[in-house]
């Protein structure tokens, strides 16, 4: 719904407005808020923060629609006026257009020709908050992507590569903060992500020295996916590490940080995920394996670490591990021969 604040002080302007555009107003199209002066129309504009049209007219009592005009400009630049001013008054029309006034009207208004102007009006301001967002994620998209990325970003290699699934042999590893959602019910929301935070760098570090990387963020979950040579000694060397930092950490708001993880691998399915409608897609890894990964860090308590014997038989010379016994997976058929990872 598109919100017109009308400044006026002729109260019938009101109910001409509310006739002319009962169909819209019925349908929720627009929705139109009245002023009687300019001090007035501020105080609605502090009120409701999504006002994209201020009609207003030029000659009213306690502040006029040009000093309107000129602190609406200043304060409120994505909200276009529109300038309501009688037939032939040329010089308040240019002192208006001056002052940043994005079009006008005359009186008596011909509510065809206000509504068109209307819609122009509305076009144009999406396209500039549009703009703004694109630019204000460009910004954020450079805080976190170095700049040869963002380079390679712009190249017709990387546009070809989104399209581009492939099959890869690598290893997840799901690393969940455990009851972290009981300081989440208690504790004020900026205590919570610092907190979160806080724990969140500590495994990102120790997986990025491994050269893992982190496919996303779920809640208090990390997926973590490694390639490429050893990725599940190295895997598996990145969680040891994050458990062994995170047992080490004080208690903090009477919450004593404790992770429960799961590690898979094999083949896995990575490309684009996502919807092409919503413009949303998240390149990413899924499969079996990923599943698997999923449901061990489920059932794996407090400081554990858990693999299936498939990965047992990959590793067991280098790290030591105790078997755990058959478990039995969600959506699973199969029982699995499970192993905690101990050093």
Not at 190 to 196: G, P
Not at 256 to 268: A, D, F, L, R, Y
């Amino acid at each position: 719904m598109k919100r017109i604040l009308v400044v006026d002080d002729e109260e019938d302007l009101e109910v001409l407005i509310r006739q002319k555009f009962r169909r819209q107003i019925r349908e929720q199209i627009y929705e139109f808020i009245f002023t009687l002066n300019g001090i007035d129309a501020l105080s609605k504009l502090q009120e409701f923060n999504d006002i994209d049209i201020v009609l207003s007219d030029i000659n009213m009592p306690e502040m006029d629609g040009l000093t309107l005009l000129g602190k609406i400009s200043e304060s409120y630049p994505l909200t276009k006026v529109i300038m309501v001013s009688a037939y032939g008054d040329m010089d308040n029309i240019r002192t208006a257009m001056n002052r940043g006034a994005f079009d006008f009207v005359t009186k008596p208004i011909n509510f065809e020709d206000l509504e068109m102007t209307m819609q122009k009006t509305f076009t144009y301001v999406n396209y500039i908050r549009e703009s703004f967002e694109t630019i204000r994620e460009n910004n954020i998209l450079k805080m976190y992507v170095d700049k040869n990325v963002l380079s390679f970003m712009r190249t017709k290699e990387f546009e070809e590569s989104l399209n581009k699934n492939i099959s890869i042999e690598s290893s997840v590893a799901f690393i969940d903060i455990c009851g972290f959602t009981i300081i989440s019910e208690k504790e004020p929301a900026n205590t919570v992500v610092t907190m979160l935070n806080k724990y969140f760098d500590m495994m990102v570090n120790e997986i990025i020295i491994q050269n893992g990387i982190i496919d996303k963020f779920m809640g208090d979950c990390i997926m973590a996916v490694f390639k490429g040579d050893y990725h599940l000694d190295r895997a598996i060397e990145a969680c040891i590490s994050i458990r062994d930092k995170i047992k080490s950490l004080e208690e903090e708001n009477n919450f004593k940080p404790q992770v429960s993880i799961g590690i898979n691998s094999g083949e896995v399915v990575s490309g684009n995920i996502g919807s092409v409608t919503l413009k949303r897609l998240d390149y990413t890894i899924i499969g079996d394996v990923v599943n698997i990964a999923q449901r061990l860090q489920s059932i794996a308590e407090p400081n554990q670490i858990l693999i299936i014997e498939e990965c047992y038989h990959k590793v067991k010379q280098s790290f030591k591990c105790n078997f755990i016994g058959e478990k039995k997976f969600k959506n699973k058929k199969d029982m699995y021969l499970t192993y905690e990872v101990i050093h």
